[in-house]
């Protein structure tokens, strides 16, 4: 089954320090991927996606991702991370083509902790 | 604009209790959503709508529940008879068309309990 996989439940990082939160997909074709965030008791807000073209994809709140076809990755980056941007991340893919629906298929989510 | 709109924000029902949910998207989206988020679990699609007409319902279980979007605006989801196991948050979400082109607004959801 097509799929995307977080390893990590939770990622600690430093503010100021770098932050990675890590995606791998499994999906037949071009996969069509996307970076989700969600606060606590609020909806999923956007972040970023990647469709087709270059591999760096630059979203909301100074994040990006690194498309990695060769290891079937979208890690998900942020050169100095912030308190306020501990929340619950997720990763999704949907269908390309002609199944291309809209529907989202997410990953189980990686809570990324900030400590000042 | 004004976001994705859900309420009741929580509901704490007894199990075989029904219930139901209301999503209102945002203004000109055609395209409407209803996901189930389980403690711990990312969220999975339970029913699209392309206006009025149901693009996806694959993941409804539809001995227990049901949708609609009468006009293709609001929607409502209902849940009759609820299980221990519908406890969840579900969130509704909206798009201007059914693909990855556009991104898919969320509403804050509703919490359901079960008891």
């Known amino acids: 089954a097509q799929s995307v996989a977080q390893p990590e439940d939770q990622v600690n990082v430093a503010e100021g320090n770098p932050l990675t939160v890590k995606c791998t997909y499994s999906?037949?074709?071009?996969?069509?991927l996307f970076w989700y965030v969600q606060y606590p008791n609020r909806g999923l807000q956007f972040l970023l996606k990647?469709?087709?073209?270059?591999?760096l994809v630059k979203g909301s709140y100074g994040f990006e991702a690194e498309f990695n076809k060769s290891q079937t990755s979208f890690h998900l980056k942020k050169p100095s991370a912030l308190v306020s941007d501990s929340a619950l991340y997720f990763c999704?893919?949907?269908?390309?083509?002609?199944?291309?629906?809209?529907?989202?298929?997410f990953g189980q989510g990686t809570t990324l902790q900030v400590k000042p | 604009e004004a976001g994705v709109a859900q309420s009741p924000r929580y509901k704490i029902i007894e199990k075989r209790q029904s219930v139901a949910f209301w999503c209102n998207p945002i203004s000109g989206h055609a395209t409407l959503y209803w996901y189930q988020q389980i403690l711990g679990q990312g969220p999975k699609l339970l029913i699209q709508f392309q206006n009025n007409g149901v693009v996806d319902d694959s993941q409804l279980p539809k001995d227990r529940f049901s949708a609609e979007r009468l006009k293709g605006v609001d929607s409502t989801l209902k849940i009759q008879p609820a299980k221990l196991e519908d406890s969840a948050v579900y969130l509704c979400?909206?798009?201007?068309?059914?693909?990855?082109?556009?991104?898919?607004?969320f509403g804050d959801g509703t919490r359901l309990s079960i008891l």
């Open positions: 999704a893919h949907s269908g390309e083509g002609s199944s291309n629906t809209g529907k989202l298929i």
């Open positions: 999906v037949s074709g071009n996969p069509y």
């Open positions: 990647y469709i087709t073209g270059d591999n």
């Open positions: 979400a909206s798009s201007l068309e059914p693909t990855s082109n556009q991104p898919q607004h």
